[in-house]
T-cell receptor
């Protein structure tokens, strides 16, 4: 079955550490996205990529980095520069068609906690 | 860019209808979506409506779109305890490039017995 997989489900980070969240899709989608979710604040866009080897900053990119070396993969690194990283992180993918009905397909999320 | 607003909470009794409301600012929005998020999970697409439609019905779900007022609603008939979740509306406009959606803040629906 096609889908989008995030791992790990739970992640703990010590102060000053970088951690990388994995996102893999086998839907042959061109575009991929990373969101951060905090209670009562909805979804905030961190980074997105519409094609391999290209990505753009979203609304809250500071303290995060991404890469898009393969169509299937869009890992997110939470760096030590991100001062408040505890949150639920969601990865999504979509076709890059301008027309059509396509929304996003979401992964099941990674909960990151600073310890 | 687009702004999308929702009320934060809604509480209904089991068997009643639920109506979740959403307002958006970008009049060029082509598609509008409703997603459901259960605790600790990702978002699941429930339904969508194209901007040239006023209404779309899919089993217990009815979506109403008022383009003049930029208002979108999701009605859930015969609400069940399994409908308890956070519901997000999202819009895709012609600005911003690509297929990027703008999400509302989400409405927490609580279904009481």
């Amino acid at each position: 079955d096609g889908g989008i997989t995030q791992s790990p489900k739970y992640l703990f980070r010590k102060e000053g550490q970088n951690v990388t969240l994995s996102c893999e899709q086998n839907l042959n989608h061109d575009a991929m996205y990373w969101y951060r979710q905090d209670p009562g604040q909805g979804l905030r866009l961190i980074y997105y990529s519409q094609i391999v080897n290209d990505f753009q900053k979203g609304d809250i990119a500071e303290g995060y980095s991404v890469s898009r070396e393969k169509k299937e993969s869009f890992p997110l690194t939470v760096t030590s520069a991100q001062k408040n990283p505890t949150a639920f992180y969601l990865c999504a993918s979509s076709t890059a068609l301008q027309g059509g009905t396509y929304g996003y397909t979401f992964g099941s999320g990674t909960r990151l906690t600073v310890v | 860019g687009e702004d999308v607003e929702q009320s934060l909470f809604l509480s209904v009794r089991e068997g009643d209808s639920s109506v979740i409301n959403c307002t958006y600012t970008d009049s060029s929005s082509t598609y509008l979506y409703w997603y459901k998020q259960e605790p600790g999970a990702g978002l699941q697409l429930l339904t969508y409506i194209f901007s040239n439609m006023d209404m779309k019905q899919d089993q217990r779900l009815t979506v109403l779109l008022n383009k003049k007022d930029k208002h979108l609603s999701l009605r859930i008939a015969d609400t069940q305890t399994g409908d308890s979740a956070i519901y997000f509306c999202a819009g895709r406009g012609l600005t911003g490039g690509g297929n990027k959606l703008t999400f509302g803040t989400g409405t927490q629906l609580k279904v009481e017995l």
